[in-house]
């Protein structure tokens, strides 16, 4: 096992396998080939056209997208489909920083293959003895991901909030840190893949941020979704990514960033190259 099969397992993809998702023209997503004949039952919503789902061109307007979408995915998930429903609505469109074609489900983003973002925050020590990482164990009752390993604090990027105050309200919610504390995260740069997983297909964009806190802060979670925290030097962060598969698939993508970025694994890392270009997917 090495850093690089951690790349690699955010590398799953065969584009044969899928359906473009488009909407007025633009390509917004991917679908499981098998799954038409689930769509299929949806005319009124979408058009067949040589292997490629549009939505119907009368569905104009954000609005109105985002009910007939909402139609769409409700009944998927009382077929079994969509699993994990958060009722949060995740912005859909060409571009993070485009206006959203319509809102979704965040538990359907993965059937519809349209991507997803999040914002993962690197909480970090710079201890007397060497910088130490805090690392979150995910609550077993979470959808996805539940006991496995993960950032002091991460979450999605819900429609209609913006990077910096997702991060306070993540901070606060996941690790009970004040808001003057969390405004320090600085940014860092974003991870990206494209992925199949059991819920769909993962194409994401994750915003990581680092933030040095205190040695006398201890997070204490707030809403649930982490069961403990851990704090570990870094040589035991990287021997863990190395010997054991308990981080979260993406959430070990967003340490290797960090060390790398901190010079924790070099150039003469075995296929360095090869880890650095795969976080960028």
């Not at 919503?45 to 292997?51: A, K, L």
């Not at 569905?59 to 998927?76: H, K, N, P, W, Y």
């Not at 519809?112 to 805090?134: E, I, S």
């Amino acid at each position: 096992m090495s850093l690089l099969d951690r790349i690699r397992a955010c590398q799953v993809y065969d584009p044969e396998a899928y359906c473009p998702f488009l909407v007025d023209g633009q390509s917004v997503g991917h679908v499981r080939a098998e799954a038409i004949v689930e769509l299929a039952d949806f005319g009124e919503v979408f058009v067949f056209d040589h292997g490629r789902i549009l939505l119907r061109g009368h569905i104009q307007g954000f609005q109105a997208r985002t009910e007939a979408m909402a139609s769409v995915t409700e009944e998927l998930r009382d077929r079994g489909l969509v699993f994990g429903w958060r009722d949060e609505a995740y912005p859909v469109g060409v571009s993070f920083h485009e206006p959203p074609l319509f809102d979704m489900e965040r538990a359907a983003v993965p059937f519809f293959g349209v991507r997803g973002y999040g914002v993962h925050v690197n909480g970090w020590v710079d201890a007397p003895d060497g910088p130490k990482m805090w690392i979150g164990r995910r609550s077993l009752t979470k959808p996805t991901g539940p006991g496995l390993l993960d950032q002091m604090v991460a979450g999605g990027q819900p429609s209609g909030m913006a990077l910096h105050e997702n991060v306070i309200k993540e901070c606060r919610e996941e690790a009970g840190m004040a808001p003057d504390l969390a405004a320090t995260a600085k940014p860092v740069g974003a991870i990206s893949y494209l992925t199949t997983r059991d819920e769909g297909l993962r194409h994401d964009v994750l915003f990581n941020y680092d933030l040095q806190v205190p040695e006398d802060f201890t997070p204490v979670n707030e809403d649930g979704e982490v069961a403990e925290f851990m704090l570990w030097p870094m040589v035991k962060v990287l021997e863990e990514l190395e010997t054991r598969e308990t981080f979260k698939f993406n959430s070990a993508l967003v340490v290797i960033d960090f060390l790398v970025r901190h010079g924790f694994v070099d150039p003469e890392t075995p296929g360095y190259t090869d880890i650095v270009a795969g976080l960028h997917g």
